[in-house]
């Protein structure tokens, strides 16, 4: 509805997400947060920009399907790795199965979200 307001809460200790919209659970999802040596920022955050295709300039413009992006360069997007999801993986970003970042893209869009990381 148009007063939809989504809350995504990622806890880095399970790898998972769990999405609400209007306090409702949607969802629980597998995610890759930051492998070692790399870092996932955890607070709470609100994203500032939708990309359905954003190509990263870290990293040898690899492709960030969906990203959702909540923190400095740090976004959540679909990731083509899907075998990783449930451990720790990315170089820092919340990676999600392709159609779970769609659904999550969609959802988010122009609707207000808090994003909240755990570790």
Known sequence: SALANVQVIIS????S??????????????????RKGY?????????YS?????????YDNAPM???IFFSGGYA???????GALGRPASHGCVRLA????????????????TITIKD
Not at 76 to 82: F, L, S
């Open 76 to 82: 959540i997007h679909a990731t083509p790795h899907v």
């Open 17 to 34: 997400m769990n999405v609400y919209e209007n306090g409702e659970l949607m969802d629980i999802w597998r995610v890759s947060t930051a």
């Open 98 to 113: 392709p159609g779970n970042a769609e659904t999550l893209y969609f959802m988010t869009k122009g609707v207000p979200t």
């Open 12 to 15: 880095k200790r399970h790898q």
């Open 50 to 58: 939708h990309q359905l295709m954003h190509y990263s300039k870290k």
């Open 39 to 47: 870092y996932t920022p955890s607070g709470t955050f609100y994203p």
């Open 65 to 67: 399907p969906h990203s």
